[in-house]
Structures are given as structure tokens and as C-alpha cells.
């Protein structure tokens, strides 16, 4: 039910800096800013709900390489980022916001090369 309180949330936000953004474009960023915060807040149960399922599979897997950890903070970068590179968009700072994006990227990639090393050597072993 939280995501139907955040489109909501959001959807009310984006009327709203349709119709400021003319006449008070600062006042509209405040609350496109403000909006975004929410929507964050809001969804850190989800985000706990999130993470007890990743604990619980982390416990099922026999032979975790203790990359489960790895991933759920990529995904928090990559959430944390996107939502940095809309308020860099959204203040008229394209070129900024693909420098986020383009840096993300290639952190991301970078924090999944063990993971992708550790699956090429259980199908090297698995082949063997």
C-alpha cells in the first residue's frame, strides 16, 4: 500500500510544480525536493521488508560468498543516485545528471566483477 500512497504523494508534488513552476520556480524545486524526500521516507519499510528477505535467502544459501551485502548497497547507490541525478535534471543540469548516472554505472559494475568472478569459477568447477 505504500506505493499507492507514494504515487499519490508524487503525482500531487508534480501538479504542483506544474503550476509554480512558471510564476516561483524555486518554491516548485522546494517541493519537488520535499516530495522526493517523502517518498523515501515512505518507503524504508518496504526497504526493511527488502532486506529480511535478502537475510532470510543469505541463511538458505549453503555457500554465500558473502556478496548478498554487496548487492543490497549497490542497490541503495543506485536508488540514492538516480534520485540525485532527477533533482540534477530537474535543475536544469543535464550534463550533471548524466556525469551521476555515467559514475554510477561504472561503480556498479566495478562492485559486481567478484560476484560475476565467483559465478565463473562455480561453472569453471561445475565443468571441471
Known amino acids: 500500500?505504500?506505493?499507492?500512497?507514494?504515487?499519490?504523494?508524487?503525482?500531487?508534488a508534480a501538479l504542483i510544480c506544474a503550476s509554480l513552476r512558471t510564476t516561483h520556480p524555486q518554491i516548485a524545486s522546494a517541493v519537488a525536493l520535499a516530495a522526493g524526500v517523502a517518498?523515501?521516507?515512505?518507503?524504508?519499510?518496504?526497504?526493511g521488508r527488502f532486506a529480511g528477505?535478502?537475510?532470510?535467502?543469505?541463511?538458505?544459501a549453503s555457500?554465500?560468498?558473502?556478496?548478498?551485502?554487496?548487492?543490497i548497497k549497490?542497490?541503495?547507490?543506485?536508488?540514492?543516485?538516480?534520485?540525485a541525478s532527477d533533482i540534477c535534471r530537474d535543475a536544469g543540469e543535464a550534463a550533471?545528471?548524466?556525469?551521476?548516472?555515467?559514475?554510477?554505472?561504472?561503480g556498479v559494475v566495478a562492485a559486481a566483477l567478484p560476484v560475476a568472478a565467483e559465478?565463473?569459477?562455480?561453472?569453471?568447477?561445475?565443468?571441471?
Open 1 to 12: 500500500m505504500s506505493a499507492l500512497r507514494i504515487l499519490a504523494l508524487c503525482l500531487t
Open 119 to 128: 559465478i565463473m569459477e562455480r561453472i569453471a568447477e561445475l565443468l571441471a
Open 53 to 60: 528477505a535478502v537475510r532470510q535467502l543469505e541463511d538458505c
Open 63 to 71: 555457500q554465500g560468498g558473502g556478496h548478498q551485502i554487496g548487492l
Open 96 to 106: 550533471l545528471s548524466h556525469r551521476i548516472d555515467a559514475g554510477v554505472k561504472m
Open 74 to 83: 549497490i542497490c541503495g547507490v543506485s536508488m540514492i543516485a538516480e534520485f
Open 39 to 47: 517518498a523515501m521516507m515512505l518507503s524504508t519499510e518496504d526497504l
